[in-house]
């Protein structure tokens, strides 16, 4: 959908007077709405072929649940964002409408202003949902395969015991600064020393939570030297979300939290994490940032990002690879950039630059934080001032 076009609204409520209200209220603010008084007549606009920005509508209408309208809407439309309202809240309720992929809960009677301003950043995130799924078609996919199992616990010990941290400097490439480090985490063990293959054996034996743990332990010990004002990026996998060592204020990196940015993949699922919302207020109390790692690679549609709320999102190499000879991913990182910085006032890491030409392709785009061995390559020791070569 371009900026020009209206935000197509779908408007499902039993009761005439808040389905006045609430079409009324949109229509005023420039969005084409369409309002129907239940679930089955707005299904048949789905089938007919109809696709919507945003669909508003009520929890509690005769003869369907709003949840079991949700699943049905889901069979036409993967990412429509779905805006439940209810004049009967209930915590059972909006547990299941974000299980199920609800984008927002609002109690009624609405307020026209609250209602006006979940609606468009509702569909800011549909844009950015279906701009992922454009970009999944571009992702190369990668998968890591250990092979021998045999021994398999004895070298993920030798790992963990030989582990150590990487960092790799972001840019700003506007006053040639570094905004930050990403820790990578490396071992010395030659069988899992690279991250796929580490974490690829720690799922299968069950032993994630093992190497974050490790992983933010070096990081704390090593962040006191960490040049001043910079942020330090940090990645957790989802099976962290689970362990309360994490939100510990007396936990190891928890003293360096205001200066750390936590990257979740969009990789990994979040469906089998205990309420992620909660999750992420508990990490930004202690003064964390957030941030979505390899969007435009991972699951598409709306799931994460919303649920994630981030401070960065970082876009994957895939996207960044070449996009100074190829029209397509340039035309998806100009609009996911817009979408990001613009309207849901995210900041854009763009990662995997190597060439002077994917640079200058992704500034001329509205990137301005970029990462990659065009800079430098991840080493245990931070780069100062001279990362940037006079020619730079």
């Given amino acids: 959908m371009s900026e020009e076009q209206l935000l197509e609204v779908l408007v499902v409520d039993d009761e005439p007077e808040m389905r006045a209200l609430a079409a009324r209220a949109l229509t005023r603010s420039g969005c084409k709405v369409d309002a129907v008084s239940n679930a089955m007549d707005a299904l048949a606009l789905f089938k007919r072929g109809r696709s919507f920005s945003v669909v508003v509508t009520d929890l509690s209408m005769p003869g369907i649940t709003g949840t079991e309208f949700l699943k049905l809407i889901r069979e036409f439309d993967l990412d429509v964002p779905v805006i439940m309202v209810t004049g009967n809240p209930s915590l059972e309720s909006a547990v299941a409408i974000i299980e199920y992929g609800g984008f927002r809960y609002l109690q009624k009677p609405v307020d026209v202003e609250v209602l006006r301003h979940a609606v468009f950043s509702a569909s800011a995130m549909h844009r950015l949902a279906v701009l992922k799924r454009r970009a999944l078609e571009l992702s190369e996919g990668d998968g890591w395969l250990i092979g021998d199992r045999a ?105 360096h939290a205001p200066h750390v940015v936590l990257e979740i993949t969009e990789r990994t699922s979040l469906s089998r994490v205990s309420d992620v919302r909660s999750c992420m207020t508990r990490l930004r109390a202690l003064g964390y940032r957030i941030a979505v790692d390899d969007l435009g690679a991972g699951y598409a549609g709306l799931s994460s990002f919303s649920q994630l709320e981030p401070d960065v999102a970082k876009l994957d190499m895939s996207l960044v690879r070449g996009i100074d000879t190829s029209k397509r991913k340039a035309s998806i990182v100009r609009s996911m950039l817009t979408v990001c910085q613009r309207e849901l006032g995210t900041y854009v890491v763009c990662e995997g630059v190597e060439t002077e030409a994917e640079r200058d392709t992704l500034t001329t785009l509205g990137a301005d934080l970029l990462q990659g061995y065009l800079f430098a390559k991840p080493q245990r020791a931070f780069r100062g001032k001279s990362l940037f070569a006079p020619s730079l």
Avoid: C
């Fill in 151 to 255: 021994g398999l616990d004895a070298r993920f010990d030798s790992a963990l015991e030989q582990l150590w941290v990487a960092f790799q400097p972001i840019v700003r490439w506007s006053d040639k600064s570094v905004f930050g480090y990403e820790a990578l985490v490396r071992s010395d063990e030659p069988t899992l020393g690279t991250p796929g293959l580490l974490f690829d054996a720690a799922e299968r034996l069950g032993r994630v939570r093992e190497v974050g743990r490790a992983v933010r332990r070096v990081v704390a010990e090593i962040a006191d030297r960490a040049p001043p004002d910079t942020m330090m990026f940090v990645n957790l996998h989802a099976a962290d979300l689970g362990d309360e060592s994490l939100y510990g204020p007396t936990a190891p990196l928890s003293a």
